[in-house]
């Protein structure tokens, strides 16, 4: 008796390469071969290396990985990968992260800015930084930067609280140092003055720091430089100057610096002027132009302007002018929100009068809907257009005008004619009537905020019993919000949309058409529905019902099997697919496919497909040793006819190492 033992020789494609790894990060050695389901042990220091939550061995076909996680400087050194009596070395090399250049204690004032910085051995490395043992987190208070080896935090505005011991850690090594933060000291406090009509006077204050961040307050609202208020600082020293004193500077005023705080009263004696002309009450529509005019006894004197008790000042929408005895404050273009009283002041006299506006007749166009349903932490957006720029308009909510400056999440654009308010990140309570108002026109629009809703079936899945070759259809009704994404598994496996089966939609409806089954179709149909309320499944069995097999006495005629297109040459790159197509007609036939004479089954590596007189062969991911001949064989009882073509790879390339060693391929 003759035995012939066939031995196929091993090859490496890819080595495993020496690696270099910061301490505490991940390492991982990769092999490739070029078969599959080759036995590969891992070996560090002559032991073999086991599966561990820091050590994990994978074997991917061809594919074979050592990944080391966490790791250490322990385990530095040469790792092996031995396949049969092969064996591939690569070394493992551990690097540590350390501090070169130290940080030290700093000294500030108050309000002024503190920057520790820090240099590493290794670029754009993680680190952390403690405050008092806490981590510090990134906010307008701590910035944190890295530029390459170097790290920097700093404390913007220091004050008392921001004094501690900061620590910079950076891998296993680590650094303190102190931050003293040294209060503000006014030297010469702030005085009262007393000053009448037109003087100029100055408030004068001394600290014991340069350089500080300070601020002015009047009755408790910070005080900008303005041509008739002046602020000055010379070294320690800060001043504030008023020009051209009238009744209205009459107040607190305070110079306030980190924790110090300094604060004195202005007295200021009104002139006796008197109004020989007071200003008048206006009423007039939005757009026009508005004018008050007064006269006072006394010419060329400063007289202030205010409009519900704060001081108006000169812009490009409001202009103020004297004449003399005459003043006049003018608003050539008005808008509603002008409206209000106006007060001048001259000296200790004052004449008031309101101007009233009345709003204008503007077109607001009908909103596409006039109720909106939107999911809750959705994004709401009304819109409204009307018939002119620039209108001034108003938003309400409930009858309640909405603070867009307060409301972060209501935001408010105007594009020309087009005003739309948006809503990010809806929640149940922005449901309600909002009301867009412009002039004397309004428009509204309900808005419905909901919950999100579960999918759920209103009409389950039902058996199925058809005969073959006929269509089979399941339906379900599925509800839910938001969106629903819905799939459909056969016996588990997630199915698409091709030329033998149809995924349907329309509104709640969804269903799986299969335009024609075969017994291999029979099987359990699950429809999965889904969205971030949920998921709902709904199941039904597919039986197929296949005719009587009629005797062979009954039977008519087959026809004989003929080829109409053959199968063609292909070639393919490695670990790309490949496709064998043959047309072939005939009765009652039995379609075989064979690769190097050895017949291929249906597996994931090979799939065999039929629609109508077509038949294909896919191989999914093609290797050298599925190269060769393939054969299409169609049999019946009238005959048999086959072809065959050739499948080449190209740019195949390995590593040789001689081995001898039987292999396990794929199943043919």
């Given at each position: 008796a ?17 690696i ?5 990060s991940?390492?991982?050695?990769e ?6 389901n080759?036995?590969?042990k ?12 820091k ?10 990985k050592?990944?080391l996680e966490?790791i ?8 092996s990968?031995?396949i049969?009596?092969?064996?591939c070395?690569?070394?493992?090399y551990v ?5 070169t ?9 108050e309000t ?9 051995s290794h670029?754009n ?14 906010t307008d ?13 700093t ?7 921001d ?7 950076c891998g296993n ?6 931050l ?10 702030l005085?009262?003055?007393n ?13 014991n720091?340069?350089?500080?961040t300070y ?16 602020l000055?600082t ?5 001043t504030l100057?008023?020009?051209n ?6 107040a ?7 924790s ?14 008197e109004?020989?002309?007071?200003i008048k ?7 026009k132009?508005?004018t008050f ?11 202030q ?5 704060e ?10 002018h ?5 003043h006049r ?5 008005t808008?509603m929100?002008?409206?209000?009283q ?8 004052i004449s008031?009068?309101?101007l009233y ?10 909103p596409?809907?006039t109720?909106?349903?939107i999911i809750e932490k959705?994004r709401a ?6 018939n ?30 087009v ?8 929640r149940?309570s ?5 009301v867009f108002v412009?002039?004397?026109?309004r428009?509204?629009?309900t ?6 809703d ?8 039902e ?9 089979a259809?399941?339906?379900?009704v599925?509800?839910?919000t938001?969106?629903?994404e819905?799939?459909w ?8 949309s091709?030329?033998?089966?149809k995924?349907?939609?329309d509104e ?6 299969l ?14 529905a ?12 597919l039986d ?6 009629v ?9 004989p099997?003929?080829?109409?297109s053959?199968i ?9 697919s ?7 007609t ?8 064979y690769?190097?004479?050895k017949?291929?089954k249906?597996?994931r590596?090979?799939?065999m497909?039929q629609?109508e007189?077509?038949y ?14 393939y ?17 080449k ?17 794929k199943a043919?």
């Amino acid at each position: 008796a003759n035995a012939r033992l066939h031995v196929e020789v091993i090859k490496v494609i890819k080595k495993p390469k020496d690696i270099t790894a910061m301490e505490n990060s991940t390492a991982t050695f990769e092999l490739s071969v070029s078969h599959d389901n080759v036995p590969v042990k891992w070996m560090f220091n002559n032991v073999e290396l086991k599966p561990s939550s820091k050590c994990k061995v994978i074997s991917e076909r061809k594919v074979h990985k050592l990944i080391l996680e966490n790791i250490t400087s322990a385990q530095i050194g040469e790792y092996s990968a031995i396949i049969g009596q092969l064996e591939c070395k690569a070394k493992l090399y551990v690097e540590s992260v350390h501090i070169t250049k130290t940080m030290k204690s700093i000294e500030v004032p108050e309000t002024k800015t503190a920057t520790f910085q820090c240099e590493v051995s290794h670029f754009n490395v993680p680190a952390t930084w403690l405050k008092n043992g806490v981590e510090i987190e990134m906010t307008d208070k701590f910035k944190i930067v890295v530029q390459g080896k170097l790290h920097q935090l700093t404390i913007m505005n220091t004050s008392h609280e921001d004094s501690a011991e900061y620590t910079f850690i950076c891998g296993n090594d680590k650094i303190s140092a102190t931050l003293t933060v040294k209060p503000i000291l006014i030297t010469s406090m702030l005085k009262d003055m007393n000053a009448q009509e037109k003087d100029t006077i100055t408030f004068e204050v001394t600290v014991n720091f340069e350089g500080i961040t300070y601020k002015w307050l009047k009755n408790g609202k910070e005080i900008k430089s303005t041509e008739r208020t002046l602020l000055r600082t010379k070294q320690s020293n800060h001043t504030l100057s008023i020009r051209n004193v009238h009744f209205g500077d009459a107040a607190e005023y305070s110079f306030v610096a980190g924790s110090a705080s300094s604060a004195a009263t202005l007295y200021v004696t009104a002139r006796q002027i008197e109004f020989r002309k007071h200003i008048k009450d206006i009423k007039i529509t939005e757009k026009k132009k508005a004018t008050f005019e007064c006269e006072v006894s006394e010419p060329n004197i400063t007289l202030q302007w205010m409009k519900n008790g704060e001081e108006i000042q000169p812009s490009d929408r409001i202009k103020i002018h004297n004449e003399k005895f005459v003043h006049r404050l003018t608003i050539p273009v008005t808008k509603m929100s002008d409206a209000g009283q106006y007060t001048a002041v001259a000296g200790g006299s004052i004449s008031t009068a309101n101007l009233y506006m009345e709003a204008r007749h503007i077109l607001i166009s009908k909103p596409i809907f006039t109720d909106i349903q939107i999911i809750e932490k959705k994004r709401a957006v009304i819109e409204f257009e009307v018939n002119e720029d620039e209108v001034e308009a108003q938003w309400l909510k409930d009858g309640i005008e909405i603070n867009f400056q307060v409301e972060e999440r209501y935001r408010y654009i105007i594009q020309r004619r087009v005003h739309r308010m948006t809503i990010t990140e809806t929640r149940v309570s922005d449901s309600g009537e909002y009301v867009f108002v412009a002039g004397k026109n309004r428009s509204t629009v309900t808005l419905h905020i909901n919950a999100p809703d579960p999918p759920s079936f209103n009409m389950e899945l039902e058996p199925c019993a058809v005969k073959a070759g006929e269509p089979a259809r399941f339906c379900g009704v599925i509800v839910g919000t938001p969106k629903l994404e819905v799939s459909w598994y056969k016996d588990g496996q997630k199915l698409s949309s091709g030329f033998k089966r149809k995924i349907l939609h329309d509104e709640n409806q969804y269903t799986l058409l299969l335009i024609e089954t075969f017994p291999e179709d029979a099987g359990t149909y699950t429809c999965e529905a889904k969205n971030e309320a949920g998921v709902a499944v709904s199941g039904a069995s597919l039986d197929i019902e296949v005719p009587e097999v009629v005797s062979p006495e009954a039977e008519a005629p087959a026809d004989p099997p003929t080829i109409i297109s053959q199968i063609q040459n292909t070639t393919t790159t490695e670990g790309k697919s490949a496709q064998f197509l043959c047309r072939v007609t005939g009765t009652d036939l039995k379609i075989t496919w064979y690769s190097k004479d050895k017949e291929i089954k249906q597996s994931r590596f090979f799939k065999m497909v039929q629609f109508e007189d077509t038949y294909q062969l896919e191989i999914a991911e093609a290797y050298p040793e599925d190269e060769g001949t393939y054969t299409c064989v169609a049999s019946n009882s009238a005959g048999q006819v086959s072809c065959t073509a050739e499948l080449k790879l190209e740019d195949y390339k390995v590593q040789s190492i001689d081995s001898q060693s039987i292999t396990s391929g794929k199943a043919v």
